[in-house]
C-alpha cells in the first residue's frame, strides 16, 4: 500500500462511516410512529360497527390526553387489560398521535358514510364524536402552559384545530 493510499483510507472508511449513520438516522426519522397502541388497533379490528369503532378512538385518544395531563397517570387493572398500558411518548409524539387517531376516526365514519352506511349507527357514532371532541377542546388548551417548544405548540395547535373540524360535522 502506498503513502497516499494508506492516508485516504482511514478518511475514506470515516466518510462511509458517517454517511451511514446518516442514512440510518434519515431514515427513522421518516418511519412514521404508531398513533394506535397495539391493544387499540386489536380492538379497532375486531369492533366493525362505527359506533364501537368511534367510542375506541375516543378512549385513545382521552389516554393521551390523560398522559399530556399528568405523566405519571395509572389506570385500573381491568382498563389495562382491554386497553393495554397507557400510551408513551414525548409531548409532540402524544400530541401528533393524538391528531392522528382524529384523523382516522374521521375517515372511518367518511367510509362508513360512502358505503352507504346511513343507518342510526352513524349519527350515533358522529354525535358521540363531536361531543368527545367538544370536552377535549379545553383539556388541550389547558396544555399550552406546559409546552415550551414551537414544535409542541404547532402539534398542539394542529390538535385543537382538528378537533374543532370534528365539532362542525354533520352527515350530510
Request: charged residues 35%; contains cysteine.
Amino acid at each position: 500500500m502506498s503513502r497516499f493510499q494508506r492516508s485516504i483510507f482511514p478518511a475514506l472508511c470515516l466518510s462511509l462511516i458517517s454517511l451511514s449513520a446518516m442514512f440510518i438516522v434519515a431514515q427513522a426519522q421518516t418511519e412514521r410512529r404508531d398513533h394506535l397502541t397495539e391493544q387499540e388497533a386489536e380492538l379497532v379490528r375486531e369492533f366493525q360497527e362505527i359506533d364501537k369503532r368511534v367510542e375506541i378512538f375516543i378512549k385513545a385518544a382521552e389516554r393521551r390526553l390523560l398522559v399530556l395531563a399528568n405523566p405519571e397517570a395509572l389506570q385500573k387493572k381491568k382498563e389495562e387489560e382491554t386497553w393495554g398500558p397507557l400510551p408513551q411518548g414525548t409531548k409532540l409524539e402524544l400530541l401528533q398521535d393524538y391528531k392522528h387517531i382524529l384523523e382516522e376516526a374521521e375517515e372511518k365514519l367518511d367510509d362508513w358514510n360512502s358505503r352507504g352506511g346511513k343507518d342510526k349507527l352513524l349519527p350515533k357514532a358522529l354525535n358521540k364524536f363531536k361531543e368527545a371532541a367538544t370536552q377535549h377542546i379545553p383539556q388541550l388548551r389547558a396544555l399550552e402552559p406546559q409546552l415550551k417548544e414551537k414544535r409542541e405548540l404547532r402539534a398542539l395547535a394542529e390538535a385543537i384545530e382538528e378537533a374543532e373540524i370534528v365539532t362542525k360535522a354533520s352527515t350530510n
